[in-house]
C-alpha cells in the first residue's frame, strides 16, 4: 500500500465525516470499502450499487480496468466522488462516496 493510498482514505473519510456528521469511526470504515472497490475495479469488472441524488437505487457493473484509452481530458480526482466506467451504459458515471450502499 502506498502512502498516496492511505491519504485518500483519510480525506475520503473526513469528507464523508463532515457531509454526514457520522462518528469518524463509521466514516473510516466506509472510507477502506471505497478503497477496496476501487481495487477491485482497477482488476475487473465489479457489481455494486448506490443510491442516486434523486433517491433511486442504482444496481451498476463498473470497472478502471483498461478504460484508459478512453479517458478524455485531464480531470482531477475528488475526495467526495468515486468515477468509473459502466459496463452497462459505455460512459463514465460517478457517485458521492457517502452514497455507495452494497459490493455483490
Known amino acids: 500500500m502506498r502512502k498516496s493510498d492511505l491519504r485518500n482514505i483519510m480525506l475520503r473519510a473526513w469528507e464523508m465525516y463532515r457531509t454526514?456528521?457520522?462518528?469518524?469511526?463509521?466514516?473510516?470504515?466506509?472510507?477502506?470499502?471505497?478503497f477496496r472497490l476501487i481495487?477491485?475495479?482497477?482488476?475487473?469488472?465489479?457489481?455494486?450499487?448506490?443510491?442516486?441524488?434523486?433517491?433511486?437505487?442504482?444496481?451498476?457493473?463498473?470497472?478502471?480496468?483498461?478504460?484508459?484509452?478512453?479517458?478524455k481530458g485531464t480531470g482531477t480526482e475528488t475526495p467526495k466522488t468515486v468515477k468509473?466506467?459502466?459496463?452497462?451504459?459505455a460512459n463514465w458515471r460517478s457517485f458521492k462516496i457517502e452514497n455507495l450502499i452494497t459490493i455483490y
Open 20 to 34: 454526514t456528521g457520522k462518528a469518524f469511526a463509521v466514516c473510516l470504515s466506509r472510507s477502506w470499502v471505497i
Open 84 to 89: 468509473y466506467y459502466d459496463i452497462e451504459a
Open 39 to 71: 481495487q477491485r475495479m482497477r482488476s475487473s469488472v465489479v457489481q455494486f450499487s448506490y443510491e442516486k441524488i434523486n433517491g433511486t437505487l442504482r444496481k451498476a457493473k463498473g470497472t478502471l480496468r483498461g478504460v484508459s484509452s478512453i479517458i
